[in-house]
Structure formats: C-alpha cells, structure tokens
C-alpha cells in the first residue's frame, strides 16, 4: 500500500499553555448532509455554536462536511447555512447584510453533478467596511485584491463552473490586532508556505484539493506577530493528515488551551480523505 508520509506541524513558541479547553470544542469529520444537518441540531441545543465548515467529495463522489463548534456563552447573533446556489447565496448575503450581519466563514464547493454550492456562517456585530464577490477568475480575483488595496482577503475559496476555476472570498478591514496589516495570499501551492508561520504569519483561510495525486493548497496568511520562536501569538497549522491523526492532534492541541480554528478535507488518491487545519489558542 502506498502510504505518502504529508503531515506536518509547525511549532510557532515553546511558551507552555496547561488550560485544557477539551469541553468548549467539537469537531466532525466527513459527515453526509443529513447526518451533518442533525449534529449540527444536536449540538446548537447543548450551547455549541459552529465555528468552521466545509465540504468536499469522496472517491464515490459523494458530498461530505466537516465542521468545528465552539460552546459559547455570548450572544453574539449568527447563523449557519450550507447547500445554497449561488443565488440562494446572494439573496442570503442580502438579507443578512441589511442586519447588520457579515460572512465568517464562506466554503464553496462543487456537487457530484458540478454544480457548485456555498456553505457559509454569519455573525452580527459591527466590523466596518466588508466586501465579498463570488465567481471571479483568477483574473478577477487579483484585479479586485488591487483595488480593495486598503483591505485584506478574509476568506478565500475555490470551486468550479462548468470545468472552469472560479474563486468566492471576503475582504474586511486591516485592524489593530493584525501585524503592521500584513497579510498576502498563495494559490495552487503543493505545499504548505511553512516559511510564512515561523514569519508570524497565521493561516486565517485554507483551501485543499489534489491535482494528479498530489495535495494543492491555497492559502490567506495574516501576520500576527514578528515573528521568530519568541513570538507572542501563537497558532498550529497540520497539513495532511488522516482521520484518525488529527483525532490526535486535536487532543493534543485542545488538552493544552488551543481551540481548532480552520478545518478542511480533500481526497487524495492513495491516501484517502486528508486533513489541512489550524489551533489557535484559545480566548
Ligand atoms: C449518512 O450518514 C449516516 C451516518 O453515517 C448514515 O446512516 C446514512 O445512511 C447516510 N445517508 C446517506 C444518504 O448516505
Ligand atoms: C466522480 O466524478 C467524476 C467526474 O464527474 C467521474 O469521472 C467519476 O467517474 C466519478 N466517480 C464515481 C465513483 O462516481
Ligand atoms: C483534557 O480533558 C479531557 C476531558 O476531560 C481529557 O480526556 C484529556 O485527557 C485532557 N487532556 C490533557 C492533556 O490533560
């Protein structure tokens, strides 16, 4: 069998963390739509709120979700959807912006038909300036990057149209806890920019899909600290991973005070369902 060896994690401090935060997260794993939709009910009546979602599809071809929960006690207002069209999206985003929502997480992706579809979550509170835009070109995509120059991609996502690529993505203000407001992106990578996390720059938005067997990542980096071994912030992110090893990562991670943040899958032939995800400590 051939086992392709992909993982890798990235050890941003050597500060230690000893809060184990294991009872304010949950995660699922490669659920269908149904048995999502139905975790998804379970967990919002024990006070868990979703945090992160996306989908992806299997060698069957079927269509999967993954998602992280968060237990939360504030009231910020949010709402979670997944399965919407492009125009169900739209109409959505209009409705939601008009109360003073704005898109959180935003994953695109594609039916066994090729049909693409939107799973998104939304929160109420007041962020400024947003802008989103969905079916760009690569083109596209960088010529609305150059002219929102004063704001940064929070979101990024890839998907198809009738064999063509086709980006979604957010853009929201550069803030004060960002570093100087840097941030940049990476498409089509077949590897993790590791370079960038020991920069002091975290993985906010992760895309992952295979091309011929191999792992391709699209990534949003945002630069949280200086950088170096000494740095302040700290966040993980583990690439390629399977099931049962991000099972261990997550425990490792949640025993000692950081909470997952994003979660994507991709099928990669040989290896099966792979995992790319990020922890960040938990506030
Ligand atoms: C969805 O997943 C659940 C739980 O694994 C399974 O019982 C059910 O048969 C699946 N439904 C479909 C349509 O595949
Ligand atoms: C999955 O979809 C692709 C593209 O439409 C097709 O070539 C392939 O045969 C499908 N595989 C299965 C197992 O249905
Ligand atoms: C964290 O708490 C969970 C649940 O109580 C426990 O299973 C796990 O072993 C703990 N992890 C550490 C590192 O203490």
Redesign the pocket.
Known sequence: MLVKLLASVILLATQAFTANVSASYHYELG?????YQQQFDELLQHGYRLTYISAYSDEHN?TLFSGVWKKTSTSVPWTARHGLTGSQYDTLSTQLKGQNYHPVVLNAYNLPNGEPRFATIWEKASVGTWEQQRDMTEAQLKAKVSSLGQLRITILTRYVVGNQVRFAATWGKRTATDWHGDWFYSLGKTSFDTGSASDGYKAISMNAYSVNGDPIFDVVWQRVSSGGWDAPVMSYQTSGVDKDTYGRTYKGYVGTGFGPRVLTGYYLEGCGIQYAATFEKDS
């Open positions: 659920l269908n739509s149904t048995a079927q």
